[in-house]
């Protein structure tokens, strides 16, 4: 699409010091499925240090997933419309659409009223450094239409269009 709006890229802040030795230490843990010690860490996890350590692990989407499902049960205020993000890029980008449904139906319902259009906006600025696909927009505008919110789903594919995404025919 020549009139497409340039999709706009928010650069992630890099970890530095404590922050920096905390996400790589939990890597590494996670790489190793060492779950013990990541449980000593867990009081520490805030949504920087979720978010950083998803971008790490982002091309395998099954330990984002594990690890994003872990941190919400172990840490329920690491997350934030960020991590939400950075997990629905992975798994979209790999084809996991009913887990990545599941999730935005999640926060779907449980979020408040302007958080459709902040979540588009997440996922919109975390599109490049995720390496994205337009899956993720397609799976968000189906989960609109599924919950009923045809206003949220309109809006969505609006959006969608003016930044050159055009859903597949399933959506």
Known sequence: NRNAI???HKR???PKGQD?????V?????IQSDWDKLDKLSDRLDSFRVKNILVKIQKDYVLSLEFFNWT???NPGSHSLETHAIILHSLTK???FKSAESILRDILVNGGVDLPAKLFDALLYSYRECDSTPRVFDSLFKTFAHLKKFRNATDT???M???GFLPNVES
């Open 12 to 14: 992630n802040p890099e």
């Open 20 to 24: 920096l030795d905390f996400v790589n």
């Open 94 to 96: 790999n084809r996991k």
């Open 6 to 8: 340039p999709i706009p």
């Open 26 to 30: 939990a890597h590494s843990h996670l």
């Open 157 to 159: 594919f609006m959006q």
């Open 161 to 163: 269009k003016d930044y």
């Open 72 to 74: 919400k049960t172990r």
